[in-house]
Nanobody, 127 residues
């Protein structure tokens, strides 16, 4: 089992940047694929980005491709989401997620496929 804690959310102007961090507990962080999802009120949680256990495979939603970068530091049990060129439509609660299964064939884009979740961090982008 793994526990996830997000940080780094906040308020930023459109065009600005934020970096979200996800700190994971336990000694087996490198056995988990890590993903980021986001959710706005009244909408389903949606996939944002994913990175495989080794970091060799990375996937992005079309809406964030070219602006967001997912990475991980297995030595520090941390996953990161660098968000640049933020838009008002990026405003959401961002969730870190972890799952032991391989994502070399593609990310887990359905929230129901994810085993572990963080508590979420709010990102607000002003226009």
């Amino acid at each position: 089992q793994v526990q996830l804690v997000e940080s780094g959310g906040g308020l930023v102007q459109a065009g600005g940047s934020l970096r979200l961090s996800c700190a994971a507990s336990g000694r087996t962080f490198n056995s988990y694929a890590m993903e980021w999802f986001r959710q706005t009120p009244g909408k389903d949680r949606e996939f944002v980005a994913a990175i495989s256990q080794s970091g060799a495979y990375r996937y992005y939603a079309d809406s964030v491709k070219g602006r967001f970068t997912i990475s991980r530091d297995n030595a520090r049990n941390t996953a990161l989401l660098q968000m640049n060129s933020l838009k008002p439509e990026d405003k959401a609660v961002y969730y870190c997620a972890a799952d032991r299964r391989s994502i070399t064939s593609g990310p887990k884009v359905s929230p129901s496929d994810i085993a572990y979740w963080g508590q979420g961090t709010q990102v607000t982008v002003s226009s």
